[in-house]
């Protein structure tokens, strides 16, 4: 893809973030921004802008993912030990004391991400003032765009390992251990105030004393630069700090701050002065009596007014040119016959400029009306330029009483000015490759500590793993020989059973009469062999049916209320004499003699029937 298409895609993706999510990103640097994003594209398999465009209008959860990537969340407690000594032992003191008598103390973090920089900011101050003097005067403003760092800075809790550049002093003082986390003290967290500010879009927090940003400013390029600092600019006091990373410098902005200590990135503000050029103008005398007087105010006041430097004109409040200073009249060829004609019919009142929309501005607003560097092409060809100022002239009373108009020639300002700013941009763009260099030197190494971080984390991981792995096989053969010995035993248990199980049913078989075990339903549970040769019912078709389905030739419904009555204890054991037919179809006699199947706690479980060959029956 060729390179212009590759950077309008990308616009285009930045533009559509800006209108569908509301974060604009367009004031950021183009090299880190592009080189982030490539990173989560590489990870969810895209390459190019487009479709990572629509990639995001399907699946609107990505948004997250991508900030995450982007807004690189690196702080810590105190980073930089140094630049927050000097500032605990210079700066602090001296915020405080310009907040004179119970005035409150106002502080700003910009970009605090998970909150270890304001709470520092905490530390630092109550160390300074106090518990109670800070709970009373201080309010710490700590904002971010990224709403996933600021709800775990708003939770105040972190781990051991997270607290590393606190020491342990501090630490004590000011956390409460819970486990293997710390949280911030209540009492102190209530003065500090989290919250989303985009600094290129929402309005600064104003009145200021100390306003820290540390390691943001690199992120944006160099307008979006200039634009946040004039409003840290406005948001300070005039007795405010500025406290910056170590890889931010603000040399092309000496009329907003001024270094308190370079070496710290730590500025104060220049306070601006509201300075007007006001012109001075000559009142009349008033008095009939005083003519004489009066002549020598009047030469005074016309060699006042030639002696300016500039050309200057005075129009009356009916609109008529009153004074023209010398070099007015050589300049712009005014002749001493134009005094007292209409201002509109001069050639100066539309040319270089149109001063009579100018006049009525200056009339009607009762200010000074000012443009800058307005071109006069004279008629040699030659291209001057001039400021031009409408100083409208007032009775005390409010009315009007005319207008001074001052054209001074700025030419040889605006080309030295042309001069100043191609050089201060060729400056500019060097010392936006030096921080763009220091930038992408800081993120990479901020990003091989994480690196670092997470090795060791996974090595601490894998480690803990093992460990568990060892206990589990551990367990696993303490289980495997436990399970061993039971199946040894379950072995030797089954053998007795098989044993005793062939020793009863050898007992059954050997009995000479048939015996039929039942439950208390009346199905069959044992049919020994007796009984599957009396009947022809093999032991195998008979156990588990109930004995009153049997079809054989035993009338078992004529056994079914007896052994009832038996079950429920109304009779003692019954021995029934049946009539039956035998599986060779030959009629006989049988005594039927029922016994009680006990349980192990003597519960009545079943019954034994035992089913005895008398003879032939009566009936043959």
């Not at 840290?232 to 701050?257: P, S, V």
């Not at 090795?455 to 436990?482: F, I």
């Not at 004995?547 to 007896?562: C, F, H, K, N, W």
């Not at 039956?580 to 034994?608: F, K």
């Amino acid at each position: 893809m060729r390179g212009s298409e590759h950077d309008h895609q990308f616009e285009a993706l930045l533009n559509f973030m800006k209108h569908d999510r509301g974060f604009d990103f367009t004031g950021y640097k183009r090299s880190s921004l592009m080189r982030r994003m490539n990173k989560r594209m590489v990870e969810i398999g895209l390459q190019d802008y487009t479709d990572y465009r629509d990639y995001l209008e399907v699946h609107p959860d990505e948004f997250v993912h991508l900030f995450n990537t982007i807004l690189i969340n690196v702080t810590s407690f105190f980073r930089d030990p140094e630049a927050w000594e000097y500032l605990r032992q210079e700066v602090i003191p001296k915020v405080v004391e310009a907040a004179v008598g119970y005035e409150n103390i106002r502080v700003w973090s910009v970009g605090c991400s998970s909150g270890q920089e304001a709470y520092s900011l905490a530390i630092a101050l109550a160390e300074y003032m106090g518990s109670e003097a800070y709970r009373r005067r201080v309010k710490i403003y700590a904002t971010d765009v990224d709403e996933e760092a600021l709800r775990q800075a708003r939770q105040a809790t972190y781990s051991l390992r997270e607290m590393e550049g606190l020491p342990e002093d501090l630490r004590d003082k000011y956390f409460e251990q819970s486990g293997s986390t710390l949280t911030f003290r209540q009492d102190l967290r209530r003065a500090i105030i989290f919250g989303n500010n985009d600094v290129l879009q929402h309005a600064p927090i104003s009145r200021l004393d100390l306003l820290v940003c540390r390691n943001t400013l690199m992120y944006f390029n160099a307008e979006a630069q200039s634009r946040i600092l004039t409003r840290f600019h406005f948001a300070l006091k005039d007795t405010g700090y500025l406290f910056l990373g170590r890889a931010e410098m603000l040399l092309t902005h000496a009329n907003l701050f001024s270094p308190a200590n370079l070496k710290h990135r730590i500025f104060s503000k220049v306070p601006h002065v509201d300075m007007r050029d006001r012109s001075l103008v000559l009142d009349r005398v008033a008095s009939q009596n005083e003519g004489h007087g009066e002549g020598q105010y009047a030469i005074l006041k016309n060699r006042f007014f030639d002696a300016a430097i500039d050309p200057a004109i005075a129009v009356d409040a009916q609109g008529h040119l009153a004074l023209a200073n010398e070099q007015a009249r050589l300049k712009f060829k005014l002749e001493p016959r134009d005094l007292g004609r209409p201002f509109q019919d001069l050639e100066l009142s539309y040319h270089p400029v149109e001063l009579r929309s100018l006049l009525q501005r200056a009339y009607t607003e009762r200010h000074t009306i000012l443009v800058q560097e307005q071109a006069w092409v004279k008629p040699s060809g030659e291209t001057r330029f001039l400021d031009i100022r409408v100083l409208p002239l007032l009775e005390t009373s409010g009315s009007a009483l005319g207008a001074v108009i001052t054209l001074r020639d700025v030419t040889d300002c605006y080309h030295l000015q042309h001069d100043l700013n191609r050089e201060r941009h060729e400056r500019e763009t060097v010392q936006e490759e030096l921080q763009s260099a220091i930038e992408e030197l800081e993120t990479a190494n901020e990003e091989m500590q994480s690196t670092v971080e997470e090795l060791q984390t996974t090595n601490e991981e894998l480690q803990a793993t093992n460990e568990e792995m060892d206990t589990v096989n551990e367990e696993l053969q303490s289980t495997n020989e436990a399970e061993r010995i039971a199946n040894d035993e379950l072995r030797a248990r089954t053998h007795e059973l098989l044993a005793l199980n062939n020793f009863l049913q050898s007992i059954l078989d050997s009995v000479n009469v048939a015996l039929v075990v039942v439950d208390k339903d009346l199905v069959i549970l044992d049919w020994n062999v007796k009984a599957a040769d009396l009947w022809g019912l093999r032991a195998e078709e008979a156990v588990g049916k109930s004995l009153l389905a049997l079809d054989i030739g035993l009338p078992v419904d004529q056994l079914q209320e007896p052994v009832q009555k038996y079950f429920k204890g109304e009779d003692g054991n019954p021995d029934v004499t049946l009539d039956a037919v035998n599986r060779r179809g030959r009629s006989i006699r049988v005594a039927v003699t029922c016994t009680m199947r006990l349980g192990p706690e003597g519960e009545r479980q079943g019954a034994v029937l035992m089913i005895e060959e008398l003879g032939k029956s009566a009936s043959n």
